[in-house]
Every structure is written in structure tokens, then in C-alpha cells.
């Protein structure tokens, strides 16, 4: 149910969001701590099984039936197979490139949104956006280094993660009409975790140390809360307020990548990162300005 909106509300849906994005950053920092250690495929499945079990033991009590009852099953598939395909390449390149790198990248998705929308649901798109757009993946390039030295191949990875989440985001916004956000998240992760149950077990090396199992426990745990803060966030503060707060994540994705890895982002990823930024502020800050010049 929405809320009111109100002051105390927004401020309210700001400090959700605000910790959500903390959570999607614990949880990419344990899974390059894992996937260096351990299958990819396998991290991956183990992130969705936490995931599932989480959420199933914190929904499951207060909305019952509810939470698997939705009237689209097949997008709910489809939406769960996306969603496993992008943390597998995510997980993927966090074997070889920064957290700061692929969080970078991630930062496109407002763009290709906005490009993809214009292209699958015929928005039009004015000047100005058009230009932002533009000037975004003039970012992409500073961060992505084709043809040079620091150009590395994982870095498509997270490129075809990018383009997999705004077409992600896109179905969400389908699936918000007709079905319930609990039961989306839930059965999205459900669904990848099904999907994934073959090849986790196909490929499986137990861990060694209760260290392991402990970071997959966080990586579960902060996966699940992530989602469900998201869509608590939601209910308190409209998307338009809670966007801009989007970009905080890389801020949490630098310092967690320099105290656990000690990684410290070249200057071109920085410059990138500051225009691909500044690129979709531009974007969101004209969507709370109106709609969409027709």
C-alpha cells in the first residue's frame, strides 16, 4: 500500500533507499570474495537460494498465498531467467574487473532505459535528452577503454549486464500493473533459483571454511533485504524523489573495493563515472520536470 506523501515520508523512503543500495553493495563486494574462491555458477545459485529462503521466512507469514499468486507467470519466468543472467555475467566480472568498474557501468542503466523505451514503447525523446544521452556513453567509452591497454574483456560482461537490466527494469514496470512488488521479487528469485538448480549442483565444490559459509549466508541475506527495502522504498517516497540516490552506490562499491581489495579506481573510470552520473541526473531531473515532449 502507498503511502502518503508527505515530508517525513519521503525522508523516510530517501533512508530505505539509501540502505538498499548499501545492501546491493555488500553483496557484490562478498560475491567477488566468493567467485575467486569457488564455481561462479555456483555463487550465483547459492545468492538466489538465500535469497528465496530469506524472503520466503520474512513475507511468507504476513502475505501467505499471496506471494505466489500473480497474473502474468510467464513474464514472472521470463523477469526470473533475466534476472539470473545478469548476476551470472555481473559475477562473472567481478572475477577480473574493480567493484568501482562494473558498479560504473551498472550507472548506464537510467540511459539505456530511456534509449530502450524510446525504441520498444515509442516514447518520445527530446533534444536535450537525446544530448544526455549521448553524453552518457561518451562516459561509457572513458570507463570501458576500447582499444587500449586497460581495456579488459570482462568488461563486456558487465556491459551486456547493463543492457539486460534496463530491459529488466522495463518488465518490472509491466509487471507493477497487474502484480503485486512482494510477489514479483519472490517469484523472480524463486524462478532464477530453480532455473539454476542443475548447473549449481552439476558444478558444486563445498566450501572449505566457515568463512565461506558465512559470506554466503551475507550474500543471501543482504541480497533478499536489498530487494524488499527496494520495494518498501517504493511505497514511501515516489521513484522520481528516490532515483538520484541511485548513484550513492558507487560511492559504497569504491570504498568497500579499496578496504577489501585494495583497489583504487584508475582516473578514467572516475571521469566516466562523473559523466555517465552526471548524464542520468540530467535524465531524471526532466522527468520530475514533466513528461516527455510528444
Known sequence: MLREDSARNRLLGIGLISITFLCFAVLDTTAKWLVQRLP???VVWLRF???????GLLLGPRHGRA???VANPGLQLLRGGMLFCMTALNFWALQYLQLAETGAIQFAVPLLIALFGAWLLHERLDVGR??????GFVGVLLIVRPGTQGFHPAILLSVGNAVLYALFNLLTRRLAATDRPEATQFLSALAAACLLTPFGIAFWRTPESASQWGL???MGIFGGLGHWLL??????APATVLAP???QQIVWMTLLGWWVFGDVPGWT???GTGVVVASGLYLIARERAGPTLR
Do not use: M, S
Not at 520495494?231 to 514511501?236: K, L, P, Q, S
Open 67 to 69: 506471494l505466489v499468486r
Open 40 to 42: 561462479v555458477i555456483e
Open 216 to 218: 554466503i549466508a551475507v
Open 49 to 55: 537460494v538465500g535469497h528465496v529462503l530469506f524472503t
Open 130 to 135: 537525446w544530448l544526455a544521452i549521448a553524453t
Open 245 to 247: 540516490f541511485l548513484y
Open 231 to 236: 520495494a518498501v522504498a517504493h511505497r514511501f
Open 269 to 271: 573510470v572516475v571521469l
